[in-house]
C-alpha cells in the first residue's frame, strides 16, 4: 500500500538550532511531493512543493526540501530555527496517476525552546 | 482573498445522531476535497470532487457517510447515523484543478459522545 513514513513524532530544539525532518514514501512511479505546516490553532499551510526540476526546493520561512529519487525521501530542512517554527509538519505525497490525492505523513511536532 | 470556509468549527453529538459538515471552497477552485484527521495522525482523504461529480469516494464509508457538492461550489458532508470512532477533525480543502496546490480550511471538530 501507498504510505509515507515522518520518522520522528516529536523533535525538540533550541533557538538557532538546525532542523531536519525525515520523510519517505513508498510508491514506485513519479510523484509530487508537498510539506504543509500547523502552527498551533490555524488550518495546514503550504510550505513548500516540489513537482520537477531542481531536486533542492524552497520554500516560506526559510525552510528548504531535497528530493532524492533514489532514496523516496523529501527531507526538510532550516538551517536555524525560531521559537515561531512551533508547529506540527506534515509530509505529503500526490501520486502522478491519482489526480489531485494527497497521501500524508502521520506529522512531526515541532518544538523549539526560546 | 478568502480562504476556504468551513461551518461549524466544533461539533458535539451523541452517538447515532447525524450531523452534517458544510464547506464554501475558495472562489473559482474546481477541485474540492474533503479530509478525515484522527488525532495523532495526517489527514486521509474522504471524497475528490471535480466541480460537481465526485471522481474519488473510494475511501468514503458510504454506509453512513454521504457528501454532495450541488452546482459545483459549496459542499456538504454528511455522517448518519454517527458513531463514537467518527470523532475526528474533517477538513476541507480546494484547488484550482486537481493539479493546483491544495489550500485547507480550518476544519471541523467532531466530537461523539
Known amino acids: 500500500a501507498q504510505s509515507v513514513s515522518q520518522h520522528n513524532h516529536h523533535v525538540i530544539l533550541s533557538e538557532a538550532a538546525s532542523l531536519e525532518l525525515g520523510c519517505n514514501y513508498s510508491?514506485?512511479?513519479?510523484?509530487?511531493l508537498f510539506w504543509y505546516v500547523q502552527y498551533p490553532g490555524q488550518h495546514l499551510q503550504l510550505l513548500l512543493k516540489y513537482f520537477s526540476g531542481d531536486p533542492l526546493v524552497k520554500g516560506i520561512k526559510g525552510f528548504e526540501a531535497e528530493f532524492i529519487k533514489s532514496k523516496f525521501s523529501f527531507n526538510l530542512r532550516k538551517p536555524s530555527v525560531q521559537w515561531s517554527d512551533t508547529a506540527e509538519y506534515f509530509c505529503a505525497v500526490n501520486p502522478y496517476n491519482q489526480g489531485g490525492k494527497l497521501i500524508f505523513g502521520q506529522g512531526t511536532e515541532l518544538s523549539v525552546k526560546p | 482573498e478568502a480562504g476556504v470556509v468551513q461551518s461549524p468549527r466544533y461539533k458535539i453529538i451523541e452517538k447515532k445522531q447525524p450531523v452534517a459538515f458544510w464547506c464554501n471552497p475558495i472562489s473559482g477552485h474546481n477541485t474540492l476535497y474533503w479530509y478525515l484527521q484522527n488525532l495523532g495522525q495526517g489527514p486521509e482523504l474522504l471524497i475528490r470532487?471535480?466541480?460537481?461529480?465526485?471522481?474519488?469516494d473510494s475511501q468514503l464509508p458510504k454506509d453512513r457517510f454521504s457528501a454532495e457538492r450541488l452546482k459545483g461550489v459549496d459542499s456538504t458532508l454528511k455522517i448518519q447515523p454517527a458513531e463514537l470512532g467518527d470523532s475526528a477533525v474533517y477538513l476541507c480543502?480546494?484547488?484550482?484543478?486537481?493539479?493546483?496546490?491544495?489550500?485547507f480550511g480550518p476544519g471541523t471538530r467532531l466530537t461523539v459522545l
Open positions: 480543502a480546494s484547488g484550482a484543478d486537481s493539479a493546483d496546490t491544495q489550500y
Open positions: 470532487y471535480e466541480n460537481e461529480e465526485a471522481v474519488d
Open positions: 510508491y514506485g512511479g513519479t510523484v509530487n
